[in-house]
């Protein structure tokens, strides 16, 4: 029966994830290395996951909260090769548009569907190679860029299947663009099989899947989309001495100096508000012109000008 369900793009709000059709797993676990924090966070991910957009507000503020004690390491999990997949009442890109609009309401972030009907992807192999080519010019651009993308997906209907698009992002993200370009023709497409493999020793069958491991090698696995206490939890777990750092709240704008866009849900996420308190503050902000907005069917985001 679950077979009939299995579809990487009717990603499931109510569980959080995004899951593919389950291949070969493999015995053995990999050890996960911690570098030069007490914790290594291993992300998967995929530039087209909505249920990885819906945890941004969450580990924005896990980074800002815990960010002296761990790393995050970002890998691309391949979400759509191609539209061979015909499953769970998917069988073309246009159906994915309403599902993608209801998982827009369920997590209180702006997406907009309708690239499934105007500019649909045919895989997201291209922009999880892009990845890893931005990761190898820079951790901290690249995953900016990553950011960069989802927005041109979710709100502007780019599709980001394209080098036109991707190249975009990449100049938004202060990438070198032909670098990027040759290592997304060469040595990216390597990383990101290696990711792949990783994904399939550690058992990854959806996205997004975050791993938490300490420098024994003890491991928690958080899957899905999940509320910031269960990250937050994790990360305790392995490493109870952490001091969470209180985000100051005097100046409404400051966030924006860390996050040059942010979605009400992100705003409130942050800084413990509700979401409809964050969304009037960002209103008012916006209406005396300290701030940009982009408004889609589904939302808005707010931008730093």
């Not at 041109?152 to 190249?167: G, R, S």
Request: hydrophobic letters at 35%; proline letters at 6%; one cysteine or more.
């Amino acid at each position: 029966m679950s077979e009939d369900k299995t579809n990487p793009l009717l990603c499931d709000p109510v569980s959080g994830t995004c899951e593919m059709p389950m291949g070969e797993k493999s015995n053995e676990s990999p050890h996960i290395q911690t570098e030069n924090k007490p914790i290594k966070i291993v992300y998967y991910t995929d530039p087209i996951c909505s249920s990885c957009w819906g945890i941004e507000p969450q580990l924005r503020k896990l980074k800002l909260e815990y960010g002296d004690y761990f790393e995050i390491d970002y890998r691309m999990g391949g979400l759509l090769p191609d539209w061979s997949y015909n499953s769970g009442g998917i069988s073309k890109p246009s159906d994915v548009a309403h599902h993608w609009d209801e998982a827009s309401l369920y997590y209180e972030m702006p997406i907009d569907g309708n690239v499934w009907i105007e500019d649909p992807l045919d895989s997201s192999y291209p922009s999880c190679i892009a990845m890893k080519a931005a990761q190898m010019q820079s951790k901290e651009k690249a995953v900016y860029f990553m950011r960069i993308l989802r927005e041109k997906l979710y709100l502007d209907k780019k599709n980001i299947a394209k080098w036109t698009i991707i190249e975009e992002a990449a100049k938004a993200a202060d990438l070198d663009i032909q670098k990027l370009k040759m290592d997304y023709e060469g040595d990216a497409k390597k990383l990101f099989q290696e990711d792949l493999n990783l994904g399939k020793t550690l058992g990854v069958r959806g996205f997004p899947t975050l791993f938490f491991a300490d420098e024994n090698q003890n491991k928690l696995t958080v899957y899905g989309s999940k509320p910031y206490a269960s990250y937050e939890n994790a990360l305790l777990a392995l490493f109870p001495e952490a001091k969470k750092k209180n985000i100051k709240n005097e100046n409404p704008l400051a966030l924006f100096d860390i996050f040059p866009t942010l979605a009400p849900k992100e705003y409130a996420v942050i800084l413990d508000k509700s979401y409809s308190d964050a969304k009037i503050i960002l209103e008012r902000l916006h209406e005396k012109g300290l701030l940009d907005k982009k408004t889609i069917k589904n939302g808005s985001l707010y931008i730093k000008k």
